[in-house]
């Protein structure tokens, strides 16, 4: 059974950090390109970061560039999201993924079960 075990979100105020943790198992996780996703109320599910099998190549939003950063580290099946500055229009359900690859090809893909981030005073 392919799982995505979710960690790390909460409550934050404006300007500070969360770090998201994705724990992996039922795949070949060195062999997966992961990423991270979100969807606030209201509205669809989006993109915020991809990474590479290797964690070489990366890719971001708009909207999160110069303030997320995802990172993986193969040897503990794990991939992070450390997400600062954080601003109310972050908060949504974050979701894990891993399979997916935009504008690349994929056949399979898989969802963690998503962790509600809420930046808010």
């Known amino acids: 059974q392919v799982q995505l075990a979710e960690s790390g979100g909460g409550l934050v105020q404006p300007g500070g950090s969360l770090r998201l943790s994705c724990a992996a198992s039922?795949?070949?996780?060195?062999?997966?390109?992961m990423g991270w996703y979100r969807q606030a109320t209201g509205n669809k599910r989006e993109l915020v970061a991809a990474?590479?099998?290797?964690?070489?190549?990366?890719i971001y939003s708009n909207s999160v560039k110069g303030r997320f950063i995802i990172s993986r580290d193969n040897a503990k099946n794990t991939v992070y999201l450390q997400m600062n500055s954080l601003k109310p229009e972050d908060t949504a359900v974050y979701y894990c993924?891993?399979?997916?690859?935009?504008?690349?090809?994929?056949?399979?893909?898989?969802w963690g079960q998503g962790t509600q981030d809420t930046v808010s005073s």
């Open positions: 990474i590479t099998t290797g964690g070489g190549n990366t």
């Open positions: 039922g795949i070949i996780f060195s062999s997966s390109p």
């Open positions: 993924n891993a399979g997916r690859w935009i504008g690349g090809y994929f056949p399979r893909d898989y």
